[in-house]
């Protein structure tokens, strides 16, 4: 079994920063993709970022020069400094990893979500 556990979230003042994070524990032989999504009220869920084993990274065009994910495979954790918040932030974030039990054999895994709130 493999567990994610969120942390981070909150209540934040317009242009504050938060930083959330994604503990994966289990059984865990390597991390593959590793990533941040989110979903407003009344909305689909959307990619935020993601970072790849290799340590590529990706952005949607809303969080770009904003918001930083970044990895540490040592702790198989995974992270989204968020600076610059802004209301329309507001969302339910759910981390998303890829966890090989075995050299060959991934499954996608979710956190529970952590609530981010961005509001005066």
């Known amino acids: 079994q493999v567990q994610l556990v969120e942390s981070g979230g909150g209540l934040v003042q317009p242009g504050g920063s938060l930083r959330l994070s994604c503990a994966a524990s289990g059984s865990i032989f390597r991390l593959g993709t590793m990533a941040w999504h989110r979903q407003a009220p009344g909305k689909q869920r959307e990619l935020v970022a993601g970072?790849?084993?290799?340590?590529?990274?990706n952005y949607a065009d809303s969080v770009k020069g904003r918001f930083t994910i970044s990895r540490d495979n040592a702790k198989n954790t995974v992270y989204l400094q968020m600076n610059s918040l802004k209301p329309e932030d507001t969302a339910v974030y759910y981390c998303n990893v890829v966890v090989y039990r075995s050299a060959y054999s991934p499954a996608n895994y979710w956190g529970q979500g952590t609530q981010v709130t961005v509001s005066s």
């Open positions: 970072t790849t084993s290799g340590g590529s990274t």
